[in-house]
Protein backbone atom coordinates (compact mmCIF):
# COMPACT_ATOMS: atom_id res chain seq x y z
CA UNK A 1 0.00 0.00 0.00
CA UNK A 2 1.47 3.27 -1.08
CA UNK A 3 1.77 6.59 1.19
CA UNK A 4 -1.03 8.00 -0.84
CA UNK A 5 -3.66 5.37 -1.03
CA UNK A 6 -3.05 4.21 3.49
CA UNK A 7 -4.34 7.18 4.41
CA UNK A 8 -7.38 7.39 2.02
CA UNK A 9 -8.23 4.00 3.27
CA UNK A 10 -7.79 4.82 6.87
CA UNK A 11 -10.52 7.88 6.52
CA UNK A 12 -13.14 5.56 4.43
CA UNK A 13 -12.25 2.81 7.52
CA UNK A 14 -13.05 5.58 10.14
CA UNK A 15 -16.21 6.65 7.77
CA UNK A 16 -17.81 3.52 8.13
CA UNK A 17 -17.00 3.03 11.76
CA UNK A 18 -18.76 6.22 12.71
CA UNK A 19 -22.01 5.95 10.60
CA UNK A 20 -22.26 2.66 12.81
CA UNK A 21 -21.44 4.22 15.84
CA UNK A 22 -24.42 6.68 15.28
CA UNK A 23 -26.50 3.55 14.08
CA UNK A 24 -25.91 1.52 16.79
CA UNK A 25 -26.31 4.66 19.57
CA UNK A 26 -29.16 5.73 17.98
CA UNK A 27 -31.05 2.12 18.02
CA UNK A 28 -30.07 1.79 22.11
CA UNK A 29 -30.57 4.97 23.67
CA UNK A 30 -33.93 5.98 21.28
CA UNK A 31 -35.63 2.17 20.43
CA UNK A 32 -34.24 0.11 22.91
CA UNK A 33 -34.36 2.49 25.97
CA UNK A 34 -36.28 5.74 24.72
CA UNK A 35 -39.00 2.98 23.53
CA UNK A 36 -39.48 0.99 26.97
CA UNK A 37 -38.51 3.48 29.88
CA UNK A 38 -41.66 5.15 30.89
CA UNK A 39 -40.67 8.39 32.99
CA UNK A 40 -41.09 8.60 36.14
CA UNK A 41 -43.10 5.11 36.60
CA UNK A 42 -41.19 2.18 37.79
CA UNK A 43 -43.72 -0.56 37.16
CA UNK A 44 -44.54 0.56 33.92
CA UNK A 45 -41.04 0.27 32.69
CA UNK A 46 -40.60 -2.98 34.73
CA UNK A 47 -43.36 -4.05 32.42
CA UNK A 48 -42.11 -3.07 29.52
CA UNK A 49 -38.59 -4.19 29.85
CA UNK A 50 -40.07 -7.68 31.07
CA UNK A 51 -42.04 -8.16 28.11
CA UNK A 52 -39.36 -6.96 25.77
CA UNK A 53 -36.07 -8.53 27.20
CA UNK A 54 -35.04 -9.21 23.66
CA UNK A 55 -35.46 -5.90 22.28
CA UNK A 56 -33.92 -4.49 25.61
CA UNK A 57 -30.98 -7.14 25.50
CA UNK A 58 -30.15 -5.92 21.81
CA UNK A 59 -29.87 -2.50 22.91
CA UNK A 60 -27.26 -2.84 25.62
CA UNK A 61 -24.79 -5.17 22.82
CA UNK A 62 -25.94 -2.36 20.79
CA UNK A 63 -24.05 -0.18 23.67
CA UNK A 64 -20.94 -2.60 23.10
CA UNK A 65 -20.64 -1.75 19.40
CA UNK A 66 -20.69 1.43 19.92
CA UNK A 67 -17.99 1.25 22.58
CA UNK A 68 -15.89 -0.90 20.66
CA UNK A 69 -15.95 0.82 17.25
CA UNK A 70 -14.96 4.23 19.17
CA UNK A 71 -12.20 2.67 20.58
CA UNK A 72 -11.25 1.73 16.74
CA UNK A 73 -12.10 4.95 16.06
CA UNK A 74 -10.15 6.77 18.47
CA UNK A 75 -6.94 5.11 16.94
CA UNK A 76 -7.49 5.87 13.28
CA UNK A 77 -8.67 9.60 14.08
CA UNK A 78 -4.97 9.90 15.82
CA UNK A 79 -3.33 8.25 12.73
CA UNK A 80 -5.47 10.58 10.37
CA UNK A 81 -4.60 13.73 12.25
CA UNK A 82 -1.23 13.43 13.44
CA UNK A 83 -0.30 15.01 10.56
CA UNK A 84 -2.15 18.24 11.98
CA UNK A 85 -0.62 18.13 15.18
CA UNK A 86 0.92 15.50 16.86
CA UNK A 87 0.30 16.28 20.25
CA UNK A 88 -3.12 17.76 20.20
CA UNK A 89 -3.98 14.50 18.15
CA UNK A 90 -2.72 12.00 20.73
CA UNK A 91 -4.78 14.50 23.17
CA UNK A 92 -7.51 13.97 21.27
CA UNK A 93 -7.23 10.37 20.91
CA UNK A 94 -7.22 9.51 24.56
CA UNK A 95 -10.29 11.93 25.49
CA UNK A 96 -12.30 9.62 23.30
CA UNK A 97 -10.89 6.38 24.79
CA UNK A 98 -11.48 8.04 28.12
CA UNK A 99 -15.34 8.63 26.97
CA UNK A 100 -15.27 4.94 25.63
CA UNK A 101 -14.25 3.69 28.84
CA UNK A 102 -16.79 5.10 31.05
CA UNK A 103 -19.16 4.16 28.61
CA UNK A 104 -18.22 0.89 28.23
CA UNK A 105 -18.93 0.61 32.35
CA UNK A 106 -22.02 2.75 31.88
CA UNK A 107 -23.03 -0.45 29.60
CA UNK A 108 -23.54 -2.62 32.60
CA UNK A 109 -26.03 -0.28 34.24
CA UNK A 110 -28.34 -1.06 30.97
CA UNK A 111 -28.65 -4.10 31.84
CA UNK A 112 -28.63 -4.41 35.44
CA UNK A 113 -32.48 -3.95 35.77
CA UNK A 114 -33.09 -7.20 34.01
CA UNK A 115 -30.76 -8.56 36.48
CA UNK A 116 -32.66 -6.89 39.25
CA UNK A 117 -35.78 -8.40 37.40
CA UNK A 118 -35.35 -11.52 36.95
CA UNK A 119 -32.27 -12.59 38.84
CA UNK A 120 -32.50 -15.30 41.68
CA UNK A 121 -31.90 -13.99 45.45
CA UNK A 122 -33.89 -11.08 45.48
CA UNK A 123 -37.04 -13.22 47.02
CA UNK A 124 -36.92 -11.10 50.00
CA UNK A 125 -37.68 -7.96 48.39
CA UNK A 126 -41.50 -7.24 47.48
CA UNK A 127 -42.28 -6.66 43.23
CA UNK A 128 -42.33 -2.79 43.67
CA UNK A 129 -39.28 -2.16 45.75
CA UNK A 130 -37.31 -4.87 42.51
CA UNK A 131 -38.94 -2.13 40.39
CA UNK A 132 -37.67 0.79 42.12
CA UNK A 133 -34.30 -0.80 42.36
CA UNK A 134 -34.56 -1.35 38.51
CA UNK A 135 -35.71 2.20 37.66
CA UNK A 136 -32.79 3.36 40.09
CA UNK A 137 -29.98 1.61 37.86
CA UNK A 138 -31.71 3.93 34.55
CA UNK A 139 -31.27 6.37 36.46
CA UNK A 140 -28.16 6.25 37.05
CA UNK A 141 -26.93 5.37 33.68
CA UNK A 142 -28.72 8.58 32.40
CA UNK A 143 -26.30 10.16 34.61
CA UNK A 144 -23.18 8.20 33.49
CA UNK A 145 -24.04 9.01 30.40
CA UNK A 146 -24.01 12.23 30.45
CA UNK A 147 -20.78 12.26 32.16
CA UNK A 148 -19.40 10.51 29.29
CA UNK A 149 -20.94 13.06 26.45
CA UNK A 150 -18.73 15.49 28.37
CA UNK A 151 -15.85 13.53 27.78
CA UNK A 152 -17.02 12.98 24.22
CA UNK A 153 -17.73 17.01 23.77
CA UNK A 154 -14.17 17.92 24.71
CA UNK A 155 -13.03 15.47 22.39
CA UNK A 156 -15.29 16.77 19.56
CA UNK A 157 -14.20 20.16 20.27
CA UNK A 158 -10.29 18.72 20.02
CA UNK A 159 -11.38 16.68 16.31
CA UNK A 160 -12.88 20.16 15.02
CA UNK A 161 -10.06 22.25 16.06
CA UNK A 162 -7.51 19.46 14.33
CA UNK A 163 -9.93 19.22 11.32
CA UNK A 164 -10.09 22.86 10.90
CA UNK A 165 -6.05 23.20 10.69
CA UNK A 166 -5.17 20.06 8.56
CA UNK A 167 -5.59 21.38 5.02
CA UNK A 168 -6.57 17.75 3.78
CA UNK A 169 -10.27 17.60 5.08
CA UNK A 170 -12.99 21.08 4.27
CA UNK A 171 -12.32 23.46 7.20
CA UNK A 172 -15.89 23.98 7.75
CA UNK A 173 -16.38 20.40 9.09
CA UNK A 174 -14.07 21.23 11.55
CA UNK A 175 -15.75 24.19 12.75
CA UNK A 176 -19.18 22.55 12.74
CA UNK A 177 -17.62 19.87 14.89
CA UNK A 178 -16.63 22.10 16.99
CA UNK A 179 -20.01 23.37 17.59
CA UNK A 180 -21.33 19.60 17.90
CA UNK A 181 -18.49 19.52 21.20
CA UNK A 182 -20.04 22.72 22.69
CA UNK A 183 -23.60 21.61 22.38
CA UNK A 184 -22.40 18.09 24.16
CA UNK A 185 -20.60 20.10 26.64
CA UNK A 186 -24.00 22.56 27.27
CA UNK A 187 -25.90 18.96 27.37
CA UNK A 188 -23.90 17.59 30.09
CA UNK A 189 -24.35 20.68 32.06
CA UNK A 190 -27.99 21.27 32.04
CA UNK A 191 -28.27 17.28 32.90
CA UNK A 192 -25.43 17.41 35.82
CA UNK A 193 -24.79 20.85 37.21
CA UNK A 194 -27.42 23.55 35.70
CA UNK A 195 -30.49 21.52 36.23
CA UNK A 196 -33.16 24.09 35.96
CA UNK A 197 -32.04 24.56 32.04
CA UNK A 198 -32.94 22.02 29.53
CA UNK A 199 -32.19 22.13 25.69
CA UNK A 200 -32.73 18.26 24.98
CA UNK A 201 -32.88 16.82 22.43
CA UNK A 202 -32.74 20.10 20.10
CA UNK A 203 -29.12 20.69 21.82
CA UNK A 204 -28.41 17.39 20.12
CA UNK A 205 -29.32 18.05 16.10
CA UNK A 206 -25.91 19.77 15.18
CA UNK A 207 -24.59 16.49 16.53
CA UNK A 208 -26.80 14.42 13.79
CA UNK A 209 -25.48 17.09 11.27
CA UNK A 210 -22.10 17.33 11.98
CA UNK A 211 -21.42 13.73 12.85
CA UNK A 212 -23.20 12.79 10.01
CA UNK A 213 -21.69 15.07 7.82
CA UNK A 214 -18.06 14.12 8.79
CA UNK A 215 -19.21 10.31 8.77
CA UNK A 216 -20.11 10.71 5.19
CA UNK A 217 -17.42 12.72 3.59
CA UNK A 218 -15.23 9.92 5.19
CA UNK A 219 -16.66 7.42 3.62
CA UNK A 220 -16.96 8.73 0.11
CA UNK A 221 -14.47 11.37 -0.44
CA UNK A 222 -11.79 10.43 1.93
CA UNK A 223 -8.98 13.35 2.42
CA UNK A 224 -7.19 14.83 -0.49
CA UNK A 225 -3.98 12.20 -0.06
CA UNK A 226 -1.62 14.96 -1.48
CA UNK A 227 -1.80 17.34 1.16
CA UNK A 228 -1.60 14.75 3.86
CA UNK A 229 1.25 13.63 2.46
CA UNK A 230 3.08 16.99 2.67
CA UNK A 231 1.48 17.86 6.33
CA UNK A 232 2.95 14.49 7.52
CA UNK A 233 6.36 15.52 5.41
CA UNK A 234 7.32 18.60 7.05
Not at 55 to 71: E, M, P, S
Not at 125 to 132: D, E, F, G, K, V
Not at 190 to 201: A, E, G, M, Y
Amino acid sequence: MTGLSAPRLQARVAGALYLAIMISAFFAEAVARGGLVVSGDAAATAQRILGSQSLYRLGGGADLITVACDIALAGLFYLLLKPAGPTLALVMAFFRLAYAAIFGVVAILHFAPLAVLTGKGLEALSTPQLQAIAYLMLNLHTLGYNVALALFGVHCLLLGALIARAHFLPAQLGWLMALVGACYLVNSATHLVFTRFDFFPWILLPGLIGEGGLALWLLVFAIDPVKWLERASA
